[in-house]
C-alpha cells in the first residue's frame, strides 16, 4: 500500500486559479471538520488572454503572476502538502505553458496541478456537497466558469454524473460581446452557440433526474443577486426570471449600461455570457428552480486533501478500481510495489526523489503496471499509458496521470523517454528515475513467485546504478542473468549504466 500520513496539518489552503478569478481559501482542521480562516479573490480573466491557437498574451499572464505573488505571500510559510494549487479550463486550453507555469510556481511558491474537466466537476461536487445540509436525494449542481462549465448529478458525497463543458462566461461574451454591446439578435446568437454545447449531455443528465438543483461560484451568485434586485421577493433563480433579465440586459444596449447595482463592475464584460448559459441550462435540463450553494471547487480542494490524510483519498479509490476493471494480478502487483519502493528507499536522497509524490507514483506505478494486459498482451506497456494517460482518473490532477502514464510505459523492453520531457519539472528530469526503479522490480519478479528475492543493494552514482546481489552467483538463476544483461544494454542507450556486483 502506498503511505498514508498519519496526521493532517491543521492548517490547509487551497487555491483554484480559475479561468476567471482566482481564489484561495485558507481553513484551520479543527476535529476532523475545517473552519475557514481567510479567503482572498481575485478577478483575473485568464481565459481572455488565451487565442485560439493556444497562445498566453503576455499582458495577461502578468496578471495572472502579480496575483500569485500577493496568494504566495499569505502561503509563505505553510508547507507543501499543506495547500493544492489546481489551474482549470484556460490553462487546459494554453499550449507551450511550461515557463509561465514554473514562473507561476516560483510566484507562489507551491506546484501547479492542472486537473481536467471531469476531475474539476467531482472537486465542485465534493465542495457543494461538503458544505450542504444532508440530503438523501439527488442534487444536480451547475458551475459556470470563465471557460467551461461543469454539471454534476449527486447523491449525498458521491457524484453519479460528471460533465465539462467547453462553455464559459468569458469565452462566450468574448465570441458574441466583445465590444460590450448587448442587443436580443446578438442574445439569440449567443443562446443557440449554448443550446449547441450542452446537447451531448441534455438526454443524460434527464434520464438520470434530479431531486434538487444547486449553483457553485461566483457566476451563478452574481446572476441569483441581479435577480433579487429586479424582483426583491425573488426565493431562488428560475427560467422565467432569467429570460426577464436577459431583456433588461438586451434593452441596456451596452455592458456598461446594465442597470444593476448588483452586477459590479468587474462582472459587467462577462455577465451576459454566463446569463445566457445558465439560461440555456435551465431550458435545455428542465430544471424548475435553483438556489446557490456555499462550496464550490476551492473547498472541494480542502476536503479532498483531508482525505489523503485518511483512508478516503480518492486516488487510492481510483487505484483499486483500476486494478480490479483490468483483472490486475493483484499478488504480483504488490510484490513489484514492495521491491520498488524498498529500492527508492535506498536511494531516495541521492537521486533527489524526497517529494512525497515519487513514492505514491513509484506506488501506483507498481500497483497499475500491468494494467494494459487486459487490452493485449503485445507492447501492453504501452496500452497500460495510454490508459492512464486519457482515463478519467478521479483524484488525479494531470500531471499526476501523466507522470504515472509515461513511467508505465516504460517499465519493459527498450527504455523510451519520449513525453518525458512534457512533465513539469522537476519531474522531467525525475522520472527517467522512478521508471529504473519500476523496471528493476518488475525484472526481478518476473517468475511471479512468491519466494523472497535475495538482499539486493543499490547504490546510485550520478548516472551509475550499482547492484549488489548477496548471492555468491547469479549462475543459479540464469533467466534473472539475462535480463539483467539486456537491462543494462537498454539503459546505456539512453545514457545510463548499470553495474552489477554479487558476493
Given at each position: 500500500?502506498?503511505?498514508?500520513?498519519?496526521?493532517?496539518?491543521?492548517?490547509?489552503?487551497?487555491?483554484?486559479?480559475?479561468?476567471?478569478?482566482?481564489?484561495?481559501?485558507?481553513?484551520?482542521?479543527?476535529?476532523?471538520?475545517?473552519?475557514?480562516?481567510?479567503?482572498?479573490?481575485?478577478?483575473?480573466?485568464?481565459?481572455?488572454?488565451?487565442?485560439?491557437?493556444?497562445?498566453?498574451?503576455?499582458?495577461?499572464?502578468?496578471?495572472?503572476?502579480?496575483?500569485?505573488?500577493?496568494?504566495?505571500?499569505?502561503?509563505?510559510?505553510?508547507?507543501?502538502?499543506?495547500?493544492?494549487?489546481?489551474?482549470?479550463?484556460?490553462?487546459?486550453?494554453?499550449?507551450?505553458?511550461?515557463?509561465?507555469?514554473?514562473?507561476?510556481?516560483?510566484?507562489?511558491?507551491?506546484?501547479?496541478?492542472?486537473?481536467?474537466?471531469?476531475?474539476?466537476?467531482?472537486?465542485?461536487?465534493?465542495?457543494?456537497?461538503?458544505?450542504?445540509?444532508?440530503?438523501?436525494?439527488?442534487?444536480?449542481?451547475?458551475?459556470?466558469?470563465?471557460?467551461?462549465?461543469?454539471?454534476?448529478?449527486?447523491?449525498?458525497?458521491?457524484?453519479?454524473?460528471?460533465?465539462?463543458?467547453?462553455?464559459?462566461?468569458?469565452?462566450?461574451?468574448?465570441?458574441?460581446?466583445?465590444?460590450?454591446?448587448?442587443?436580443?439578435?446578438?442574445f439569440e446568437r449567443a443562446r443557440i452557440a449554448a443550446r449547441q454545447g450542452l446537447e451531448p449531455v441534455q438526454q443524460v443528465f434527464r434520464a438520470r433526474g434530479w431531486d434538487t438543483a444547486a449553483g457553485s461560484s461566483g457566476t451563478v451568485r452574481?446572476?441569483?443577486?441581479?435577480?433579487?434586485?429586479?424582483?426583491?421577493?425573488?426565493?431562488?433563480?428560475?427560467?422565467?426570471?432569467?429570460?426577464?433579465?436577459?431583456?433588461?440586459?438586451?434593452?441596456?444596449?451596452?455592458?456598461?449600461?446594465?442597470?444593476?447595482?448588483?452586477?459590479?463592475?468587474?462582472?459587467?464584460?462577462?455577465?451576459?455570457?454566463?446569463?445566457?448559459?445558465?439560461?440555456?441550462?435551465?431550458?435545455?435540463?428542465?430544471?424548475?428552480?435553483?438556489?446557490?450553494?456555499?462550496?464550490?471547487?476551492?473547498?472541494?480542494?480542502?476536503?479532498?486533501?483531508?482525505?489523503?490524510?485518511?483512508?478516503?483519498?480518492?486516488?487510492?479509490?481510483?487505484?483499486?478500481?483500476?486494478?480490479?476493471?483490468?483483472?490486475?494480478?493483484?499478488?504480483?502487483?504488490?510484490?513489484?510495489?514492495?521491491?520498488?519502493?524498498?529500492?527508492?528507499?535506498?536511494?531516495?536522497?541521492?537521486?533527489?526523489?524526497?517529494?512525497?509524490?515519487?513514492?505514491?507514483?513509484?506506488?501506483?506505478?507498481?500497483?497499475?503496471?500491468?494494467?494494459?494486459?487486459?487490452?493485449?498482451?503485445?507492447?501492453?506497456?504501452?496500452?497500460?499509458?495510454?490508459?492512464?494517460?486519457?482515463?478519467?482518473?478521479?483524484g488525479f490532477a494531470r500531471e499526476e496521470q501523466l507522470l504515472l502514464a509515461r513511467v508505465v510505459g516504460a517499465h519493459r523492453r527498450k527504455l523510451v523517454l519520449?513525453?518525458?520531457?512534457?512533465?513539469?519539472?522537476?519531474?522531467?528530469?525525475?522520472?527517467?528515475?522512478?521508471?529504473?526503479?519500476?523496471?528493476?522490480?518488475?525484472?526481478?519478479?518476473?517468475?511471479?513467485?512468491?519466494?523472497?528475492?535475495?538482499?539486493?543493494?543499490?547504490?546510485?552514482?550520478?548516472?551509475?546504478?550499482?547492484?549488489?546481489?548477496?548471492?555468491?552467483?547469479?549462475?543459479?538463476?540464469?533467466?534473472?542473468?539475462?535480463?539483467?544483461?539486456?537491462?543494462?544494454?537498454?539503459?546505456?542507450?539512453?545514457?545510463?549504466?548499470?553495474?552489477?556486483?554479487?558476493?
Open positions: 500500500m502506498s503511505p498514508v500520513p498519519t496526521r493532517a496539518p491543521e492548517v490547509l489552503a487551497a487555491v483554484d486559479l480559475g479561468s476567471n478569478t482566482f481564489h484561495m481559501v485558507v481553513a484551520r482542521h479543527v476535529d476532523g471538520h475545517l473552519v475557514i480562516i481567510d479567503r482572498l479573490r481575485e478577478m483575473v480573466r485568464l481565459a481572455e488572454g488565451v487565442d485560439e491557437q493556444g497562445r498566453l498574451d503576455k499582458a495577461v499572464a502578468a496578471r495572472a503572476l502579480a496575483c500569485l505573488q500577493r496568494f504566495g505571500q499569505r502561503l509563505a510559510d505553510m508547507h507543501a502538502d499543506s495547500v493544492r494549487v489546481v489551474g482549470t479550463n484556460a490553462l487546459r486550453r494554453a499550449r507551450r505553458k511550461q515557463a509561465f507555469l514554473e514562473r507561476a510556481r516560483e510566484a507562489i511558491g507551491h506546484p501547479i496541478e492542472i486537473v481536467a474537466g471531469r476531475e474539476e466537476a467531482r472537486l465542485i461536487y465534493s465542495g457543494v456537497a461538503h458544505t450542504s445540509p444532508l440530503d438523501s436525494g439527488r442534487r444536480l449542481v451547475v458551475d459556470i466558469g470563465g471557460g467551461s462549465t461543469e454539471l454534476i448529478i449527486g447523491q449525498g458525497l458521491e457524484p453519479l454524473e460528471l460533465e465539462s463543458i467547453d462553455l464559459g462566461c468569458v469565452s462566450l461574451s468574448e465570441a458574441y460581446f466583445r465590444d460590450g454591446k448587448l442587443s436580443a439578435k446578438r452574481a446572476i441569483q443577486e441581479a435577480l433579487r434586485e429586479m424582483d426583491p421577493q425573488c426565493t431562488a433563480i428560475t427560467l422565467p426570471g432569467l429570460e426577464q433579465c436577459i431583456e433588461l440586459l438586451a434593452r441596456a444596449g451596452a455592458a456598461r449600461a446594465i442597470p444593476l447595482l448588483t452586477v459590479t463592475d468587474d462582472r459587467r464584460q462577462a455577465f451576459a455570457g454566463g446569463l445566457v448559459i445558465l439560461t440555456e441550462v435551465f431550458a435545455q435540463l428542465g430544471i424548475r428552480q435553483m438556489r446557490v450553494a456555499d462550496g464550490a471547487m476551492r473547498e472541494g480542494l480542502l476536503y479532498d486533501m483531508m482525505g489523503r490524510y485518511t483512508a478516503e483519498d480518492a486516488r487510492e479509490r481510483t487505484v483499486r478500481s483500476m486494478q480490479q476493471r483490468y483483472h490486475v494480478d493483484l499478488q504480483q502487483a504488490a510484490r513489484v510495489e514492495q521491491t520498488a519502493l524498498g529500492f527508492l528507499a535506498q536511494v531516495r536522497d541521492e537521486w533527489q526523489l524526497q517529494d512525497p509524490l515519487a513514492e505514491l507514483a513509484l506506488s501506483w506505478a507498481a500497483r497499475l503496471h500491468e494494467i494494459g494486459l487486459d487490452v493485449a498482451h503485445s507492447g501492453y506497456h504501452r496500452h497500460g499509458a495510454y490508459l492512464l494517460e486519457n482515463g478519467d482518473m478521479p519520449e513525453g518525458v520531457e512534457d512533465l513539469i519539472p522537476p519531474w522531467d528530469q525525475l522520472a527517467v528515475r522512478l521508471m529504473m526503479l519500476l523496471r528493476l522490480a518488475v525484472l526481478l519478479h518476473r517468475d511471479r513467485s512468491g519466494l523472497p528475492l535475495p538482499g539486493i543493494t543499490l547504490q546510485p552514482k550520478g548516472r551509475v546504478l550499482e547492484l549488489q546481489f548477496k548471492l555468491r552467483s547469479l549462475r543459479d538463476h540464469p533467466l534473472t542473468s539475462a535480463d539483467l544483461q539486456q537491462e543494462v544494454e537498454y539503459l546505456d542507450g539512453q545514457g545510463l549504466r548499470l553495474r552489477i556486483f554479487t558476493s
